[in-house]
């Protein structure tokens, strides 16, 4: 089901809006699908900044049989969050949720994929997936630079966020490139209301210690940062990135609200 990206990627570049109370309260009776990948996943932070705005989680695991729905007419929005796999394994439930992910593109839906989620989404639009021409990872925090579209989207990005993969993306054609990196130059890009991010704003302090605990021989990978330096470093940097994740699941789930309304 892919499709050319210059479809859906020439909607007008605005700020993330704060909602009106009303709009809040419209968009509160949806709620988000949230789609996990393993058994012991949660939408972390993530699925915090949403409760908090008032919406339910319909959280899924295809990996493990749960369905996709036909539509997100019943959705304020759907969240693909990360996983060891890679977008490019060959099975099954990988290849559904890539198709499946041309339903919210279509639609116009709000769409946010993180990491494995960002890939998948990079692939149904036509890029390729692939590890560091180098074989790097990158492991812990790096530096991220917002592009002038990422700041007039959403301004105060962190300095440094947290990653977690061993595959970067190429920016799909007729997208918008919202924030770049040096190893792996693709960090945060969208095509319409779809947006993906290379790291992991949705990391809490209990899911650090479970990764870097369970995934320790991770660490050991080239451009890894040792254990210690993630929690040294989220001493610095969460803060930061904690409010910026908070503005912008609040602006990611109004922005269809405004364009629409701008577009009557």
Do not use: K
């Amino acid at each position: 089901m892919s499709f050319r990206t210059d479809r859906f990627g020439g909607a007008e570049l605005v700020p993330f809006p704060r909602r009106t109370p009303s709009a809040a309260a419209s968009e509160a009776r949806l709620p988000v699908l949230i789609i996990l990948h393993q058994e012991s996943s949660t939408p972390g932070r993530v699925g915090n900044a949403l409760r908090a705005l008032g919406h339910r989680l319909d959280i899924r695991r295809p990996r493990f049989g749960d369905p996709l729905p036909d539509t997100l007419d019943q959705h304020a929005g759907a969240v693909f969050f990360g996983g060891p796999m890679s977008a490019n394994d060959p099975d099954d439930y990988i290849r559904r949720e890539i198709d499946w992910i041309e339903i919210p593109l279509r639609e116009q839906r709000p769409f946010l994929g993180i990491c494995l989620g960002a890939q998948m989404l990079a692939m149904q639009l036509g890029a390729r997936v692939a590890p560091h021409a180098q074989a790097l990872t990158q492991i812990g925090y790096y530096p991220i630079r917002p592009t002038a579209a990422g700041h007039a989207l959403c301004p105060n990005w962190p300095a440094q966020v947290y990653h977690w993969h061993r595959e970067g993306f190429e920016l799909p054609v007729g997208t918008e490139l919202l924030a770049e990196g040096d190893d792996f130059p693709i960090q945060a890009f969208r095509t319409g209301n779809a947006f993906g991010v290379q790291f992991h704003p949705d990391v809490t302090c209990a899911m650090m210690h479970c990764w870097t605990t369970r995934g320790y021989d991770g660490l050991s990978a080239p451009g890894a940062r040792e254990r210690h330096h993630h929690f040294a470093d989220r001493a610095v940097y969460d803060v930061a990135e904690r409010a910026w994740l908070d503005h912008f699941i609040d602006g990611w789930l109004a922005r269809r609200q405004v364009l629409a309304q701008a577009a009557e």
